[in-house]
């Protein structure tokens, strides 16, 4: 059983273009998250979201966009795709709370190349 | 600001000891994780300090000072399938919610 499970695994496509890559947890977790990995493997946030709060990473261009229709989908939205997205995104999903060990949980990842 | 250091690159041979050491200095602190990433997989979780100490989870041990903004992560007996990137990441609610902010990783070479 898939934990957190995105699609697709690869995606090539050209500059200009809009993507989705989708996302779906079975942990029942409240929170989800956006990840990009460039190419020096630097993973950095680009979203959380539960359904009370969206926090959005500050240097994320608005042409990226996170779409939940329910607590168990997070997608990913890309407008007007540039060479620099190119890169791997990892949904990730976890409990929601400070107080606790709450570890997140990764998808296999979506590299994507824009040509 | 944020900023997490931890060495790029380490080498270390199989039964060996490593300590791979993260610092950080970020604006909130709730908690500290290490997760290992092989090449073109999805990071795993290892361990979680939150408290001053050490927590051992069998081979794998991590340490936290929060006073120092300071961990290690020790791996024991190394075997190959160790090779792979250690990721230091601090959740830091003033920054990012219940998100992780991460360090550029450390690549672990082990040799036979």
């Known amino acids: 059983d898939t934990a957190v499970s995105q699609t697709p695994k690869y995606l090539v496509t050209q500059m200009g273009n809009d993507k989705s890559i989708k996302c779906e947890q079975n942990?029942?977790?409240?929170?989800m998250y956006w990840y990009k990995q460039d190419s020096k493997k630097f993973l950095k946030i680009m979203f959380s979201?539960?359904?009370?709060?969206?926090?959005i990473n500050e240097t994320v261009p608005n042409r990226f966009s996170p779409k939940s229709p329910d607590k168990a989908h997070l997608n990913l939205h890309i407008n007007s795709l540039e060479l620099g997205d190119s890169a791997v995104y990892f949904c990730?999903?976890?409990?929601?709370?400070?107080?606790?060990?709450?570890?997140?949980?990764f998808g296999p990842g979506t590299r994507l190349t824009v040509t | 600001g944020q900023n997490i250091d931890q060495p790029t690159e380490m080498t270390a041979t199989e039964g060996a000891i490593v300590q791979i050491n993260c610092t950080y200095q970020?604006?909130?602190?709730?908690?500290l994780f290490w997760y290992q990433q092989h090449a073109g997989e999805a990071p795993t979780f290892l361990s979680y300090n939150v408290l001053d100490g050490l927590e051992e989870k069998g081979r794998f041990s991590s340490f936290l000072s929060r006073s120092k903004g300071y961990s290690y992560l020790l791996l024991k007996e190394l075997q190959m399938k160790d090779s792979a990137s250690y990721l230091c990441a601090v959740r830091d609610e003033n920054q990012a919610g219940t998100a992780l902010i991460f360090g550029k990783g450390t690549t672990l070479s082990v040799s036979s």
């Open positions: 990730a999903s976890s409990h929601a709370g400070l107080a606790e060990s709450y570890e997140q949980y």
């Open positions: 970020t604006s909130g602190f709730n908690g």
């Open positions: 979201y539960n359904n009370k709060e969206l926090i």
């Open positions: 942990l029942g977790h409240d929170t």
